[in-house]
């Protein structure tokens, strides 16, 4: 079953097209990499699939609904975590999951449950009551995750979510990515780390709105004649 599925989404602005009607689908459970340089169409195609912006033309069915006439809905069944993270550094760790719970409507009683089981399995109750900003930036980027998948969304937008942080820290991150898609949560990522691409189900390469490659890690691998995503990045770039 398909979580998204998308039919030559187009975006332009004026006479510039950021997004020129790309194709693709991504299924329940995967772990979807949307590669591609600085300006290749990236952030502009999450945010018409989240329902933050209106394609100009096409179609996207996210969550099973429409980015057109049903942005509300995808709003309320999709996390969102971007490289800036969303955080308040004035609010503690406790109250900014509890801001972000209240938001999306959780039950008073259940939401505490669930922020304690969340800070739980990050190992992060001792810190509930500490201000963000006194947190170190791995521990914000983990809170960040649980915030976003808190109300339990059917699908999680990831961009640049590793953006900053050592290679340990983006490592236990990708593990929270695996469990949390081995219960069935659909997680499209962007990153500029190819490495990280390796870990992904499928990725595709977006270059000046367009998407040019779609596959495997292995399949685009082969596809190039290299041996690492890295490779098919420098070999794509170069031609």
């Known amino acids: 079953m398909n979580s998204i599925e998308v039919d030559h989404l187009t975006k332009k602005f004026g006479d510039f097209t950021a997004v020129n009607e790309?194709?693709?689908?991504?299924?329940?459970?995967?772990?979807?990499?949307?590669?591609?340089?600085?300006?290749?169409?990236?952030?502009?195609?999450?945010?018409?699939?989240?329902?933050?912006?209106?394609?100009?033309?096409?179609?996207?069915?996210?969550?099973?609904?429409?980015?057109?006439?049903?942005?509300?809905?995808?709003?309320?069944?999709?996390?969102?975590?971007?490289?800036?993270?969303?955080?308040?550094?004035?609010?503690?760790?406790?109250?900014?999951?509890?801001?972000?719970?209240?938001?999306?409507?959780?039950?008073?009683?259940?939401?505490?449950?669930?922020?304690?089981?969340?800070?739980?399995?990050l190992d992060m109750t001792k810190q509930a009551n500490l201000l963000v900003h006194s947190i170190p930036l791995g521990w914000k980027q983990k809170l960040a995750f649980a915030t976003a998948i808190l109300h339990k969304p059917k699908i999680v937008f990831l961009d640049e979510?590793?953006?900053?942080?050592?290679?340990?820290?983006?490592?236990?991150?990708?593990?929270?990515?695996?469990?949390?898609?081995?219960?069935?949560?659909t997680i499209l990522v962007t990153t500029h780390y190819m490495d990280e691409a390796e870990y992904c189900h499928r990725i595709s390469i977006m270059a000046d709105g367009n998407i040019r490659l779609l596959g495997t890690p292995e399949e685009l691998k082969q596809q190039v004649g290299v041996n690492t995503i890295n490779d098919v990045f420098v070999e794509y770039v170069k031609h």
């Open 161 to 185: 979510p590793t953006s900053g942080v050592d290679p340990i820290v983006r490592r236990e991150f990708w593990n929270l990515i695996y469990e949390t898609a081995s219960t069935g949560v």
């Open 22 to 121: 790309i194709s693709f689908q991504v299924k329940e459970g995967e772990i979807f990499g949307f590669l591609g340089a600085n300006g290749a169409g990236k952030t502009t195609a999450i945010k018409m699939m989240s329902g933050l912006l209106q394609p100009t033309s096409g179609t996207a069915i996210v969550a099973g609904y429409d980015v057109v006439t049903q942005p509300k809905l995808i709003k309320r069944n999709i996390g969102y975590m971007s490289q800036r993270f969303s955080l308040y550094n004035d609010l503690t760790v406790f109250e900014n999951m509890q801001l972000f719970g209240t938001i999306y409507k959780i039950p008073r009683k259940e939401l505490k449950k669930r922020i304690m089981d969340s800070l739980a399995a």
